[in-house]
């Protein structure tokens, strides 16, 4: 069976896509439809139902435009929202959590894990929870989970400072206490982060392996596309459309460099909060 129908995307504004360029990786032959609610951004920073509904607002949005699954390409959203997205949603939905985590297990070796989040993800305590039961299903009972908040990261992101002066002095303030701890393996769990990858990589030295959720994410999706029997068997090349909530030439010009060859373009401009949800 096949389905040429898109998958669709959501985040608060760029930082879905390091998860959307991993998925034209383990799934080039699909076509996506990427939402980046860039002026109700950061979600990181607002309340449980506000984040709840925006999530269902957008996920209306997705499925207007008829998509065979969601990718909630945002831990904030994903921690807070993805048992009401998975609720109402008609096609299957695909959260960021559990994928990062199971990484981080098999990526340990001393036991020591930092997760990195927005505050709100923290505060849900989701990957903490999603950490452990991983490990207690590998059999791992050595498990240390080192959890900090870093906030101004989403903004050092969105604003294309990835390997900058100001982010690296950011950088070291905040993993200072991970460092400290002996950690050997860093949770970038929130979307955003592995803009800064070179950063936090130099700040937290060779020993420590940092785990993108993104690429975790992409195989479960083309796991997933696998056993649901809904990959593309279209000929022609994929299509790739992207919407932003704010202005589609900052979106891109922030967004370009990151995905490479010039893309995106032809973002178009769309706000979900006309849509009606009830939370
Ligand atoms: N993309 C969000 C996340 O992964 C971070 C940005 C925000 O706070 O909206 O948590």
């Known amino acids: 069976m096949t389905d040429n129908r898109p998958i669709g995307l959501f985040d608060s504004g760029i ?5 959307l360029r991993e998925i034209w990786k383990t799934a080039p032959d699909e076509s996506t439809i990427y939402f980046g609610d860039n002026s109700r951004a950061p979600y990181g920073t607002k309340s449980r139902s506000t984040v709840i509904r ?9 499925e207007s435009k008829d998509v065979k699954m969601i990718v909630v390409a945002c831990n904030t959203a994903s921690a807070y929202a993805y048992e009401e997205l998975k609720a109402r949603a008609k096609v299957p939905v695909v959260e960021v959590v559990t994928p990062g985590a199971d990484d981080a297990c098999n990526a340990t070796k001393n036991g020591k ?4 989040a927005t505050k709100a993800t923290v505060s849900t ?12 299903e590998l059999g791992m009972d050595n498990i240390e989970i080192f959890q900090q908040a870093c906030p101004l990261f989403v903004s050092l992101a969105e ?5 900058s002066e100001v982010t690296r002095l950011t950088a070291e303030e905040y993993l200072k206490p991970l460092k400290e701890a002996g950690i050997d393996t860093l949770v970038m769990a929130c979307t955003h982060y592995p803009l800064l990858t070179k950063v936090i990589g130099e700040v937290m030295g060779d020993g420590v392996t940092l785990v993108n959720t993104g690429v975790a994410t992409a ?14 068997g279209r000929n022609e090349e994929p299509v790739r459309e992207f919407y932003t909530s704010d202005e589609p030439e900052l979106f891109e010009q ?8 010039g893309l995106p373009s032809g973002t178009k401009h769309f706000t979900t909060d006309k849509y009606e949800v009830t939370v």
């Open 15 to 19: 930082g879905g896509l390091t998860v």
């Open 54 to 62: 925006y999530s269902l607002q957008n996920l209306k949005f997705l």
């Open 113 to 116: 894990i930092g997760i990195i």
């Open 125 to 136: 305590g989701v990957y903490k929870d999603a950490v452990e039961r991983r490990a207690k």
């Open 159 to 163: 604003e294309g400072w990835w390997d």
């Open 219 to 232: 195989k479960v999706v083309r796991g997933l596309l696998d056993k649901e029997g809904i990959c593309s």
């Open 254 to 261: 922030v967004a370009a460099p990151f995905l490479g060859e």
